[in-house]
């Protein structure tokens, strides 16, 4: 299975989609629906760590390098809308492109977004929505995403926890008090 098989069957827009993606994308896979230059570099580098992992991957290497390349679709602008881009980026592929179930399942839940709906009172949506993905498959596209840093390159869990922290402060706020670092890191447990 190649990463666009991994898609499903193709979709064909119509001509306002491809408006509105020709507006806000450049030609190329790793902007596929993106319009933000740091989410397109930090899926590039994390679909890169996860094709280094395919030889111990086996029959999973090509959905996990899939999932890397999609797993922040969501923060597409056109695409965002509860807030929570792993949902809004699985529901884009389940309902627009007819992804297979799995991938949709590993974008929902990647890197514990569980957690992160949870905060913004989205857990029983996600939860209804998409089942969690086997903790196999789904641990080894969160360590891809937690050891990638916003510009592509290779970085410690340390580093990424402490700029997820930053991140989670300030677009949520004390909402039960500051989060540290190890609190965050809990949330990866």
């Known amino acids: 299975m190649t990463p666009r098989d991994a898609l499903g069957p193709p979709h064909r827009p119509n ?9 806000s994308c450049k030609s190329g896979p790793s902007s596929w ?4 230059m740091p989410v397109k570099i930090t899926r590039k580098g994390v679909a890169a760590r996860a094709r280094g992992l395919a030889p111990v991957l086996g029959a999973d290497a090509d ?19 509860t807030g929570l881009h792993q949902l809004d980026g699985a529901r884009y592929l ?5 992804a297979d179930a799995m991938l949709c399942r ?24 998409f089942d969690p993905a086997p903790d196999a498959l789904a641990s080894v596209l969160t360590c891809c995403d937690m050891t990638t840093s916003p510009d592509g390159e290779p970085a ?17 706020g004390p909402r039960n008090g500051p989060h540290g670092p190890f609190e965050v890191f809990e949330l990866f447990l």
């Open 15 to 23: 001509s306002a989609t491809i408006s509105a993606r020709r507006a």
């Open 33 to 36: 629906c993106s319009s933000v």
């Open 63 to 81: 959905l996990i390098e899939a999932a890397a390349w999609l797993h922040d679709t969501g923060y597409a602008p056109d695409l965002a809308s």
């Open 94 to 98: 389940r309902d627009a492109q007819h």
């Open 106 to 129: 590993l974008v929902a839940h990647h890197s514990r977004a569980i957690a992160e709906a949870g905060e913004r009172g989205l857990a029983h949506v996600l939860s209804s929505e």
């Open 156 to 172: 410690p869990v340390e580093q990424r926890l402490a700029e997820i922290h930053g991140s989670m402060w300030l677009e949520l």
